[in-house]
């Protein structure tokens, strides 16, 4: 981490900084936040393939678990979930 800056009241007001705003005033919570819920979906935006990810597993597949790769039907929620996606 870098050292702290040390206020400098001549150039902060020139450069308009404020040495009093903490992070939580410059939108680091908010920051947080948003990635806190992209860590918990495990991907940014949204999921180009609305088949669960234990569909994929070994245990999903000898079930006959549905994925686009093997089920017609699957294939086709997928192509049609796509076509619906704002990117």
């Known amino acids: 981490m870098p050292p702290a800056r040390r206020p400098d009241p001549q150039n902060d007001e020139h450069l ?18 948003a ?24 245990q999903g597949v000898t079930k006959g678990l549905p994925t686009p790769e093997t089920h017609p039907e ?6 049609e979930h796509r076509r619906t996606l704002r990117i």
């Open 35 to 58: 990635m806190d819920v992209e860590t918990d979906q495990g991907y940014r935006g949204v999921s180009p393939d609305p088949t669960p990810n234990h569909h994929y597993t070994v």
């Open 74 to 79: 699957q294939a086709a929620k997928v192509a």
């Open 16 to 33: 308009g900084h404020d040495p009093d705003l903490t992070a939580d005033d410059l939108g680091a919570d908010q920051a947080q936040d």
